[in-house]
């Protein structure tokens, strides 16, 4: 069983940026594609990007292209998220998953393996 540690999370005013980082442990992470979602309260959880067990394909929501970057470093069994130019509308708490699988998915049905969430605030 995996277990997921989020960190960086933070408040930040609009247009700054945060990078958040999940730390696995459990499982052989390099066989696991890695998917970060966000939730506010009273809405369901909302995908936000994904990234392949090799790092090799990346997939966005459209509300992530161009500000935000996915990335991993399967030496160090983390997976990142680069946010910049952030928006008052980023403010969620965000949550790292992990996938059982080589390849992309972005419902959180398809993940296994949940963190706990770090909290992002943008302030206006």
């Known amino acids: 069983q995996v277990q997921l540690v989020e960190s960086g999370g933070g408040l930040v005013q609009a247009g700054g940026s945060l990078r958040l980082s999940c730390a696995a442990s459990?499982?052989?992470?390099?066989?696991?594609?890695m998917g970060w979602f966000r939730q506010v309260q009273g809405k369901g959880r909302e995908f936000v990007a994904a990234?392949?067990?090799?790092?090799?394909?990346?997939s966005y929501a459209d509300s992530a292209k161009g500000r935000f970057t996915i990335s991993r470093d399967n030496a160090k069994n983390t997976v990142y998220l680069q946010m910049n130019s952030l928006k008052p509308e980023d403010t969620a708490v965000y949550y790292c998953?992990?996938?059982?699988?080589?390849?992309?998915?972005?419902?959180?049905?398809?993940?296994?393996?949940w963190g706990q969430g770090t909290q992002v605030t943008v302030s206006s």
């Open positions: 990234i392949s067990a090799s790092g090799g394909s990346t």
């Open positions: 459990g499982r052989a992470f390099n066989r696991d594609a």
């Open positions: 998953a992990q996938r059982s699988r080589w390849s992309l998915a972005d419902e959180p049905s398809q993940y296994d393996g």
